[in-house]
């Protein structure tokens, strides 16, 4: 069955040091893949994607993400996080023929301490 | 200039009641979606609409109907509302034709309480 697992439902970092959000997928061949951020009271916005080509994507507001077919991973990564960074993750993935259906993870709440 | 509308934002009702929630695009999207997030934030797609045309309906209850009158809208009408109906849905869309690749773009939700 399709699946994506965030195993961490919350995660709690200081101001300034670096953050990594685990994603892993569960798909019949390679999907694409993304991540988006939710704000309080907001809707989902997109940080990034990977359709194909070079693993490691850039995406806005200083976040990457690498993708390792051999681990079905796509974990997002910010060197340095900002309090505005404080919001719900989601990873997603979506097929890349017929791609109507797009499954999400549960999300991470990620918290930022001063 | 907002990309995915949705009206209302909140909404609060009785049990029984009926209701519909409005979504409206600009971005000359082929393909809309209702996404519903539960309290725990849990998105899970409910229906999807390709060209006017209904493609996905997940196991939705059927007192739930979407209705797209045309590309750029895609409304949510609820029949009889439950408790359990309180969450807040996403209107979603996407341009899925060739060399797209199906990233969502979101309207900002409508918070629906039954009371």
């Known amino acids: 069955a399709q699946s994506v697992t965030q195993p961490d439902i919350h995660i709690t970092v200081s101001e300034g040091a670096s953050l990594e959000l685990r994603c892993n997928y569960s798909y019949g061949a390679t999907p694409y893949l993304f991540w988006y951020v939710q704000s309080p009271g907001q809707g989902l916005q997109l940080l990034l994607k990977y359709f194909s080509g070079d693993t490691l994507v850039q995406g806005i507001k200083g976040f990457e993400a690498e993708f390792k077919r051999s681990q079905s991973s796509f974990n997002l990564r910010k060197p340095s996080v900002h309090w505005s960074d404080a919001a719900e993750y989601f990873c997603a993935v979506a097929p890349q023929t017929g791609g109507f259906k797009t499954i999400f993870g549960a999300g991470t709440r990620l918290f930022v301490k001063a | 200039d907002t990309a995915v509308s949705q009206t209302p934002k909140y909404l609060v009702t009785q049990m029984g009641n009926d209701k519909s929630i409005k979504c409206e695009q600009n971005l000359g999207h082929d393909t809309m979606y209702w996404y519903k997030q539960d309290s725990k934030k849990f998105l899970k797609i409910m229906f999807s609409y390709n060209n006017k045309e209904l493609i996905i309906n997940e196991t939705v209850p059927n007192r739930f109907s979407p209705k797209s009158p045309d590309k750029a809208h895609l409304n949510l009408h609820i029949n009889s509302l439950e408790l359990g109906d309180s969450a807040v849905y996403f209107c979603?869309?996407?341009?899925?034709?060739?060399?797209?690749?199906?990233?969502?773009?979101f309207g900002e939700g409508s918070r629906l309480t039954v009371l």
């Open positions: 979603a869309s996407s341009k899925l034709d060739r060399g797209h690749t199906g990233e969502l773009f």
